[in-house]
Structures are given as structure tokens and as C-alpha cells.
Nanobody, 129 residues
């Protein structure tokens, strides 16, 4: 079991930055994949980025490559999503997710919401023009 709590959302103008945090508790194993997803009203939940805690391998959606960076702080059991050069289309509810007992996030699967068992409550990101 793992509990996930997101924070750091807010409102920002286009071109600005935000850093989201995902604090995980309940699991000390490094064999887990942490993913960030987002969902805008009327749209499907989409994968934004993921990181394999055991090795640090990262994955990104094409739409955020070069702008977003996912990272981990193992001492704090926290995963961050640094979001720079934000665009209005980045506006969405952002969710943190976890898949335990895995040896990678895997390039062909990390972006699928169905592979993740645990989810946080989400944090809203609003980007205005």
C-alpha cells in the first residue's frame, strides 16, 4: 500500500513555472514507478511523465519534453514535476500515481493510467494567457 499526496498547483501566466510535489508514504521499496498524469475537463487522463524510483529512468510525453522535468528525492520520499514554459493547454488537474513491485516504468506502458494502482487526489494547474 502507498498513499500519495500532491501539492504545488496553482494559477500562473503562460510562460511561467510551477513545481508539483508528490509525497509518498507507506512503501519503502524502490521497485516502483511514479507517474504524473493530467486531466482537463471533457478529456481523457493522459500521462505526462514518469520515473522509476529504483534506477531514476524517466519518461515524458512529447507535449512536455524540454519543458517539464520529473525528479525524485529519496530522503523525502517525494517526486517532483518541474514545469517550465507553461502553456494554456497545460491547464488540467494533475495526479500523482504509483505502481508497486515493478522493475521499470517501461516505455510502452508508463503512460497508461490502467497500470497504476494508487492515485493521489490531484492538484489543479491553471495557465492563463
Amino acid at each position: 500500500q502507498v498513499q500519495l499526496v500532491e501539492s504545488g498547483g496553482g494559477s500562473v501566466q503562460a510562460g511561467g513555472s510551477l513545481r508539483l510535489s508528490c509525497a509518498a508514504s507507506g512503501s519503502t521499496s524502490s521497485n516502483k514507478c511514479i507517474g504524473w498524469f493530467r486531466q482537463a475537463p471533457g478529456k481523457e487522463r493522459e500521462g505526462v511523465a514518469a520515473i522509476y524510483i529504483g534506477g531514476g529512468r524517466t519518461y515524458y510525453a512529447d507535449s512536455v519534453k524540454g519543458r517539464f522535468t520529473i525528479s525524485q528525492d529519496n530522503a523525502k520520499n517525494t517526486v517532483y514535476l518541474q514545469m517550465n514554459l507553461l502553456k494554456t493547454e497545460d491547464t488540467a488537474m494533475y495526479f500523482c500515481s504509483a505502481d508497486l513491485g515493478t522493475y521499470d516504468c517501461y516505455s510502452g506502458f508508463w503512460f497508461r493510467p490502467t497500470r497504476f494502482t494508487y492515485w493521489g487526489q490531484g492538484t489543479q494547474v491553471t495557465v492563463s494567457s
